[in-house]
């Protein structure tokens, strides 16, 4: 079996890849400044948006790495509101008609949808 896994992956057995994540504080601090002052100029609605580009900007500041702990690609996240706006609606009319209680589902959904837009450039 063991030779039928090395004719697939060209000689060697493929090794797991790690993520480094250099999403610092700074730039913390820099997007929640945004988001607080598009929150107030929109009276709450960007809170809705937020999951998606907070999501984002943490995968796109992620760096894949090979066994050895050498960069060998990065996560390109290529969500954009315009393909999901549809989600948006949907999942802000279900929290408002459930009271609230979809927002805890609407989380682990954001999170998917920035997910499957998500590919990894290799260098």
Not at 90 to 105: D, K, P
Request: proline residues 2%; glycine residues 6%; charged residues 15%.
């Amino acid at each position: 079996m063991e030779n039928s896994i090395q004719a697939l992956s060209g000689n060697s057995i493929a090794r797991p890849a790690k993520f480094r994540c250099n999403f610092s504080v700074t730039e913390a601090i820099g997007s929640i400044i945004i988001w607080i002052i598009l929150s107030i100029v929109t009276l709450g609605l960007a809170l809705l948006i937020f999951p998606y580009y907070l999501n984002r900007a943490v995968l796109n500041k992620t760096e894949v790495l090979d066994a050895a702990g050498r960069p060998i690609g990065r996560l390109d996240c290529q969500f954009n509101l315009a393909s999901s706006i549809g989600h948006v609606i949907l999942w802000f009319l279900l929290i408002i008609v459930t009271l609230g209680l979809a927002s805890f589902i609407y989380v682990y959904r954001v999170l998917r949808v920035v997910l499957n837009e998500t590919r990894i450039s290799y260098y």
